[in-house]
């Protein structure tokens, strides 16, 4: 894939308040807030990555850009951090949910439980329930992810992948 294809991808660095933990997005494509997009440009499914541990999204960034690349920018690819593993730069402004101050609170929100709860958080607060879900996880975002759809059936996905099985598909 041409490296200069990849760098013309947008990506938007987002730092959000989740269940009052900062937690960092990546964000390819134009597509920034789903929430505020009600046109008829808004996408119908968004591709959610969640990240094994350490968490850091930076390490899933070639992969996010190469599957935009792949689907001709058609759908939002986005990569979610793990609660508490990122620290916002002092320059960067943290953007909360209007309706994250009525999330209840999480119990340890650090532990493997709180994280699973942490992603359907921001999935309620953060993507409107029309759009549909493919979601890619890697090592414990895999389980994160499988956990998600047995604690949220109502969640509208499409698909859900093992990044490491997508690897050896692709390999």
Known sequence: MDSKIKEEIPV?????LCCGIETQVL???P???????QGANRPKVLIFIITG??????????????LYSLINGRFPVWIIGHAGHSVAPRDKKIRAASDDSNTQEIKDIYGLR???????VFLRT?????????LIGHSIG???????LKYAPELPVMSCFNLMQTFAVCI
């Open 12 to 16: 938007h660095e987002e730092f959000v």
């Open 27 to 29: 964000k390819c494509g």
């Open 31 to 37: 597509w920034t807030d789903l929430l505020s997009d």
């Open 53 to 66: 541990n350490p968490g850091l999204t930076t390490f899933y960034l070639p992969f996010a850009k190469a």
């Open 114 to 120: 709180g994280q699973i709860e942490h992603k359907l």
């Open 126 to 134: 953060h993507v409107p329930k029309q759009i549909k879900l493919v």
């Open 142 to 148: 895999c389980y994160i992810s499988l956990q998600m």
